[in-house]
């Protein structure tokens, strides 16, 4: 069956040749384009010079093709890089197990240059989401920590050197694991609390490996508190919000963010609204009001038009997430029926298909 879908788009996403799924003025009404425009260059960077963050585009679809799409040039480039970066990354933390010495220099060039690229590609939220795995979760997560600390860290209006130091302490946030057994960090089941102890020790581990080395106080904090809670509830030493460096306090939202949305050994990845769900719930206790309330504004752009499998088995398309974001937005399903989950309880969104 042929179906019209609108999938919201940034502007910087926005190709020649897309068609507006609706008409659109600006906010000071001084520039309209009727729906059905086709979309040029000129009309593009005329649409960025007005300052037009988002725009709706129509796309004619077959629903009968249940097939999920090839992945996009973007998507196939950040995958590899993606990768390539992880591999490096994997062989320096074997180095630090063994010869509890941190190559410095290389964990500097990854966070300056290689991850460069993944911080500045846009829709990257979506992009990680697709990234094929394998094994080890700890090279993974550090590697989406950065790149989640780059991108969250702009959204908070860091720049220069300060974000670089940023996304170094994304990178280095968990290298405390190095020096936690390895039956501890690849067991498959639930830890003991004994082991839970052990595990907690990364970020203590983690800062006596890098203090000596004359790195920023804003990355050992980072490295030292990411488990630390605003309530005092934290590790290890249950320090309350006022004494969490910033860089602590970020890197522990997009570390929650991003467990919660990756696979690991002993859980399957939920979706990023479950992981939203999860901010929401922990973000006037636990973590911090601003950071958390920024990167749910921001990451909301990004779920528009994700084609969600819903728990009763309907395929739908995310259509609106309200003013501030909710973790159970509208949907549209096949037949184009709009479903509001947030009066719906009894639904929910149990996997992502396509973003
Ligand atoms: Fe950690």
Redesign the pocket.
Known sequence: MIRVITKRYRIDEVKPGMELAGSLITDNDKFALGEGTVLTDNLIQRLKGWGVGVVDIRHVVDSADKEPPPLSETQVAVSCGYNDTVGTLKRSFETIRFFKQVPLKEMRELADSALEPFINTSGILNHLQVVQRQDDYTFYHSIDVAVLCGVVGRWLGYRGDELKDLVLAGLL??IG?TQIPLEILRKPGKLTPAEMEIMRL??TRGYNLVKELGLPASVMYAILQ??EREDGSGYPIQVPGAKIHPFAKVVAVV?IYDAITSDKVYSKKATPFAAVEALMRDMYDKLDPNICTVFLNNVRDYFIGNVVLLSDGREAEVVYLGKFISARPVVRDENGEFIDLENKKDLSIIKVLRT
Do not use: G, R, Y
């Open positions: 946030h968990d694991k990364h970020t990411h488990h570390d």
